[in-house]
């Protein structure tokens, strides 16, 4: 059984977990117009999985990692470069924003397994 403060702890770990890895990758941003798109497409998925261990060596609820997963990858949408992100013509940095995005849906589903075999 949960009590208040438990409750408290999961809900203010995952506010925080959510908004630093969006912060990271928002701080490293530029590294994609400096020719370093492939440092951060690994820094997406990277960030994406980490939390799912994490939460569970918190002890958290399976609630905590999928709310902060939902969070992170809508965060993530903010930070497209520009509109031709959707089109066929994309431009280099809006190319390497997608590849960043599929990278942090794959460390989304390589951190659910990581967390069902920890648990």
Request: a neutral charge.
């Amino acid at each position: 059984m949960h009590d208040a403060f438990d409750v408290l702890r999961n809900f203010v770990t995952t506010l925080v977990m959510a908004w630093a890895a969006f912060a990271a990758l928002r701080w490293q941003q530029p590294l994609i117009a400096k020719g370093g798109g492939a440092w951060w497409t690994a820094l997406a998925g990277t960030l994406a999985f980490g939390q799912w261990p994490l939460n569970a060596w918190l002890g958290s609820p399976i609630g905590a990692p999928i709310v902060v997963a939902l969070l992170y990858l809508l965060s993530l949408i903010g930070l497209a470069p520009d509109d031709s992100v959707l089109s066929a013509q994309a431009s280099e940095h809006s190319r390497w924003f997608r590849r960043g995005l599929v990278c942090a849906v794959l460390g989304t589903f390589a951190g659910m397994a990581a967390w069902a075999a920890l648990l």
